[in-house]
């Protein structure tokens, strides 16, 4: 269905064509002319949009490793951030469990004091009691006690308990230093927290700042980003407008070719109910590509060998040249079925008579339209284009084709009966062969 239709649009445009020019002469040449002129302008603002892309996707790159370098600041600025905040959190931690510990030892220190003071209380009570009724007290217990023996147990319980008062004083007062100790290291080591908290709290601030900075730039930055990869879509709309209009020039110049091809069949079949030469159809030759011979090996054709030519040392110069700029990329068999299709159309009466007449007709060898024939005249042909065109020359042919292009081309075309030789169909009528 595809192919159907673009067959129909083909000869919509032929008909168009005929019908504004009255008829099918040069007014085809002069139009495809003009349409490889707009293939040709068509390239130049692709290749234009296609190298400003490339500048705008080089400015998105750039900005894009910027927004990179930025987002990895911010990254590392926001995990210093969450560290000090961590540390702040253990800090006051550590400051709320010194609070708790030093509530605990005040709390501590306040019974141990009471306790001193009660022990002191009932030892002042007791010395008082033994100072106050001491001689009777001692003389009562020497009467009252029944020997010797159980006079010194009493004297002794006596000294026990005020060696009992003293020991107690004496381990109240010492636990007392000890908590005094402890809760002047727990307030030291509050002190110090609470100073390394501030200096947290300052760091903190200043990483927020930090942290808002980054952020901001690189906000801003990504958005550059996004405004200079919008620009490169806009060139890639614009190469897919080019690149939709070069399809388009496509069809155009088809058409026009075409058209020129059923004036050549006309002529063709004219010259062949008079008996003369047979002729084709008049399609330009095909751009080489890289691939070897392929297809049907080419045999020497029984007839239009046309021999040998007498040939100028520019004669085959041109003829190197054009066989390069066709069949640079293909094999010798490939450069030699290029020649062979030049040296048929010279011999053959519905082309010119002279090679250099048959290479420069209008519109029927691309590398002329687009200098590339010019290019390697400029610079000399290579040796193995040479040396074909002068095989050909000297009378060598491997066909009686008289046109060629790419298979894709000739099969859309409708050719048939086609050889080929590396990436080209070669033939010598438009339609079965």
Not at 89 to 113: M, R
Not at 282 to 307: F, V, W, Y
Not at 328 to 353: C, D
Not at 398 to 407: A, I, V
Request: hydrophobic share 35%; aromatic share 8%.
């Amino acid at each position: 269905m595809k192919k159907l239709w673009k067959k129909c649009l083909v000869l919509f445009l032929c008909f168009c064509v005929m019908w504004s020019a009255g008829g099918i002469g040069n007014v085809y040449a002069k139009s495809l002319e003009e349409i490889r002129q707009e293939q040709l302008e068509n390239k130049k603002k692709k290749d234009e949009a296609e190298s400003q892309k490339n500048d705008a996707q080089k400015v998105v790159d750039d900005l894009q490793d910027e927004a990179d370098d930025l987002g990895a600041t911010y990254n590392s600025y926001n995990k210093r951030l969450q560290s000090v905040n961590q540390e702040i959190t253990d800090t006051q931690n550590a400051i709320e469990s010194a609070n708790a510990s030093i509530s605990q030892l005040e709390k501590e220190l306040a019974e141990a004091e009471a306790a001193e003071a009660e022990q002191y209380e009932g030892m002042k009570t007791r010395i008082q009691y033994m100072y106050e009724n001491g001689s009777q007290s001692l003389l009562t217990t020497l009467l009252e006690s029944g020997s010797m023996v159980e006079f010194l147990q009493r004297a002794e319980y006596v000294s026990s308990i005020t060696s009992y008062d003293r020991k107690m004083m004496n381990s109240y007062a010492k636990l007392q230093e000890t908590i005094k100790e402890k809760s002047a290291a727990l307030s030291d080591k509050k002190t110090e927290l609470s100073a390394y908290n501030d200096t947290l709290s300052a760091k903190q601030d200043e990483l927020d700042d930090l942290v808002n900075d980054a952020g901001n730039a690189y906000s801003a930055k990504k958005g550059e980003v996004s405004a200079a990869q919008m620009s490169v879509e806009e060139y890639n709309a614009k190469i897919q407008e080019f690149r939709d209009n070069e399809t388009a020039l496509e069809g155009e110049a088809a058409a026009a070719q075409a058209a020129l091809a059923q004036q050549i069949l006309q002529q063709q079949q004219q010259q062949q109910q008079q008996g003369g030469d047979t002729g084709g159809d008049g399609s330009d030759g095909s751009d080489a590509g890289n691939a070897g011979d392929a297809g049907n090996t080419p045999q020497i054709p029984t007839e239009n060998t046309g021999g040998s030519i007498s040939y100028s040392d520019a004669d085959l110069k041109l003829m190197a040249a054009i066989i390069q700029a066709e069949a640079g990329g293909e094999s010798y068999a490939g450069q030699l079925a290029v020649g062979t299709v030049i040296m048929n159309r010279v011999k053959s009466s519905l082309f010119p008579n002279t090679l250099s007449g048959v290479i420069y007709q209008t519109n029927q060898f691309q590398p002329v339209r687009d200098g590339h024939l010019a290019l390697i005249l400029e610079r000399g042909p290579n040796e193995s284009c040479t040396n074909a065109a002068r095989q050909v020359l000297n009378g060598y042919r491997s066909g009686d084709w008289l046109f060629f292009m790419t298979k894709k081309w000739a099969d859309y075309y409708g050719i048939t009966g086609y050889t080929m030789i590396g990436n080209h169909a070669f033939f010598r009528n438009w339609g079965a062969n």
